[in-house]
């Protein structure tokens, strides 16, 4: 059997002013020592149950952010990815609030919006551009983009997430239409957003059935 | 580092009689040795470009079957997968035409119709179970179905395939509609199926570009 290094690496995302921002740290060791790149590290066979458990370790470890909402999103391959030789990295995609990045507040880590021109050592802007095409497809489809707010939000604010996702605006009638169809929300009983000007707006948040997992729907917004 | 065993698995599956089947190859080592497993083998380091291309040589070696239809399905890993220890298996989903497994005829290849219950080693009825739950689902949006058939097809046998993997009757407008508006056929030059009773079908073939790669309809069937 050949020797294959064997790594796992974090798409590590949020909306910042309704724009994707990925999360991205300074390598503190060779090979491209103090280059920003995606949070990744070695399984460690003694201490991982599988490779989400090493994906979630390392985020822990490297970025202070203690289980997101975490997919395995490919497996990036070949000789010339990583110049220590053969490697496959499992990458998974992690959707987070904001607020969690900010309260994390760790020094090291920086964001940066995806439609920027990202420069990234390994492929890791192939796994980037992977990471959020794959968002983008299934959010019109899935209750992905929820993992971006916090723990409770409203129906606008829903909406503008996945208007931010899917680029273009959403018809109010057919998004509320669609969002009951998921049934994936339950309102917070007696919670309302302060809303300036506008009455107070109902606050909703996942059933927990799908905090750690998708719903679908079977036709798309 | 720690010692992780890299493997890659391939889910070969075919339409026979409208049901979906799994390609199961006799294990020629330990561990299992003797018992029916989905084809896999190592990651060569110094033979293979990627994990695909490692799957495409397992595939070639060991069923005689070259270059089908192949995506990357998931990766499955842990310490328990593999009593060699943790390992890691990138597992690919292959589709073909019945015919080519016929053609190919290698002894050791045994078809399992996946509604069946399967008892498998490692986890290899997960990945099974995973591969036939995702076609299934990209069936409803995608040209996924069409790589069951042989290069040229009618219409019917296409929406036979089609209900088929979805388990349900499509009405032959809708589903007409729906291949126009994927645009991904082109139609066979004078060539027409001998149609029995009927007035003979034209045929259909993908055109060049979806050979490889897919497409996708952004609402679904």
Not at 125 to 144: E, M, P
Not at 163 to 168: I, K, P, Q, R, T
Not at 188 to 207: F, I, N, S, T
Request: charged share 30%.
């Amino acid at each position: 059997m050949d020797q294959v290094i064997c790594t796992v690496d974090v798409v590590l995302l949020t909306l910042k002013e309704q724009r994707l921002n990925v999360a991205l740290l300074k390598r503190d060791r060779e090979p491209y020592k103090g280059v920003a790149a995606l949070p990744g590290g070695f399984i460690h066979a003694e201490e991982d149950g599988d490779a989400r458990d090493a994906a979630l370790r390392v985020l822990r470890e490297k970025t202070g952010i203690d289980a997101p909402y975490l997919e395995q999103l490919a497996t990036f391959s070949g000789p010339a990815r990583d110049p220590r030789g053969w490697s496959v990295s499992i990458a998974y995609t992690a959707l987070v609030h904001d607020e969690v990045i900010e309260k994390a507040a760790h020094p090291d880590v920086k964001m940066a919006c995806v439609d920027r021109k990202l420069s990234l050592p390994f492929d890791h802007k192939a796994i980037v551009d992977t990471a959020v095409a794959r968002l983008r497809s299934k959010s019109q489809y899935s209750s992905l983009p929820c993992y971006l707010l916090g723990a409770s939000f409203t129906l606008p604010q829903l909406q503008r997430v996945y208007e931010a996702l899917l680029a273009e605006p959403i018809n109010k009638v057919s998004f509320r239409r669609k969002m009951t169809e998921m049934a994936m929300l339950e309102s917070v009983d007696g919670e309302m957003e302060a809303g300036g000007a506008h009455r107070p707006a109902q606050l909703y948040r996942l059933k927990p059935e799908y905090r750690d997992q998708l719903r679908l729907l079977e036709r798309g917004l």
